[in-house]
């Protein structure tokens, strides 16, 4: 089992920048990819970054340039730096683990971005 502890959510202005953590603890071992999702309130969760063990990232469109997913494999923790917030990044947002075929949630951090 893993699990998964999203932090560092809140209200933040337009504009403004937020960095999420994602602490991973329990069978850590062989964990590959990690992932943030993001879900909207009467939207789907969807696909916001990933990156693998070996540090190759990915995002979706619309965050391309104003978010950085990062990772530290010796504290076992994924971070996603939120810059040039805008409110339709408003969401609860999610960490996901990839192991050995199986995925683990975490519970979501909310993200509100409004003036």
Same mark, same amino acid.
């Given at each position: 089992?893993?699990?998964? +502890?999203? &932090?560092? $959510? ?5 504009? @403004? /920048?937020l ?5 991973? %603890? ?23 970054? +990933?990156? &693998?063990? $070996?540090g190759?990232?990915?995002?979706? @469109? /619309? ?6 997913? %990062? ?34 949630? @975490? ?7 409004? %003036?």
């Open positions: 089992q893993v699990q998964l +502890v999203e &932090s560092g $959510g809140g209200w933040v202005q337009p504009g @403004g /920048s960095r999420l953590s994602c602490a991973a %603890s329990g069978s850590i071992f062989s964990i590959s990819h990690m992932y943030w999702y993001r879900q909207a309130p009467g939207k789907e969760r969807e696909f916001v970054a +990933v990156i &693998s063990r $070996g190759t990232t990915n995002y979706v @469109g /619309s965050v391309k340039g104003r978010f950085t997913i %990062s990772r530290d494999n010796a504290k076992n923790t994924v971070y996603l730096q939120m810059n040039s917030l805008k409110p339709e990044d408003t969401a609860v947002y999610y960490c996901k683990a990839d192991k050995q075929g199986l995925e683990y949630w @975490g519970q979501g951090t909310q993200v509100t971005v409004s %003036s």
